[in-house]
T-cell receptor, first 116, second 109 residues
């Protein structure tokens, strides 16, 4: 199947700093990518839908100024956690659907963010 | 978006067949049913997808009755490595995937 790659796999940062997470579709083009957050023992929570060349659509309760999403090309979306705090520590996962090729979504391996 | 209901957890033994049923009473005409598997600290992995009747691949089978209000994921002869959380999702090409709590499957030796 298609491959979605996230980078980095894990990151530790200090409170107040910003962290960027990349999500790449390696062998297909993705007009739309999705960003999720997952806390321990919980399900994935959709944060935002990222559309290539336009502004992301954020779910209710997700601060768009804190979680900056950029989808500049058909194979790359980035999530930047700005002014990170310990409560932002979580597992962040992206997914992508191949443009015009069905309903299956492919997920990245996830990024473990720890804010100290 | 169609809401799904699954058992929170299931236990099984190695070598047994495991069937996980998902209810989706308000599934729409254009909706597909997709199942994902997730191991700890990994992204979800696609298992199988179907629209109606039965779909089978090298990993699992998916049974969907005529009214499509439920579906059953069947894992033949599970092993310890099948211990994971299994998610049932319903949606069409235009929708994002909203995850429910999933079913935590524990395979015992």
């Amino acid at each position: 199947g298609a491959v979605v790659s996230q980078h980095p796999s894990w990151v530790i940062c200090k409170s107040g700093t910003s962290v960027k997470i990349e999500c790449r579709s390696l062998d297909f083009q993705a007009t739309t990518m999705f960003w999720y957050r997952q806390f321990p023992k919980q399900s994935l929570m959709l944060m935002a839908t990222s559309n290539e060349g336009s502004k992301a659509t954020y779910e209710q309760g997700v601060e768009k100024d804190k979680f900056l999403i950029n989808h500049a090309s058909l194979t790359l979306s980035t999530l930047t956690v700005t002014s990170a705090h310990p409560e932002d520590s979580s597992f962040y996962i992206c997914s992508a659907r191949e443009t015009g090729a069905g309903t299956e979504a492919f997920f990245g391996q996830g990024t473990r963010l720890t804010v100290v | 978006l169609a809401k799904t209901t699954q058992p929170i957890s299931m236990d099984s033994y190695e070598g047994q067949e495991v069937n996980i049923t998902c209810s989706h009473n308000n599934i729409a005409t254009n909706d597909y049913i997709t199942w994902y598997q997730q191991f700890p600290s990994q992204g979800p992995r696609f298992i199988i997808q179907g629209y109606k009747t039965k779909v089978t691949n090298e990993v699992a089978s998916l049974f969907i009755p005529a009214d499509r209000k439920s579906s059953t994921l069947s894992l033949p002869r599970v092993s310890l490595s099948d211990t994971a959380v299994y998610y049932c999702l319903v949606g069409d090409m235009e929708q994002n995937f909203v995850f429910g709590p999933g079913t935590r499957l524990s395979v015992l030796p």
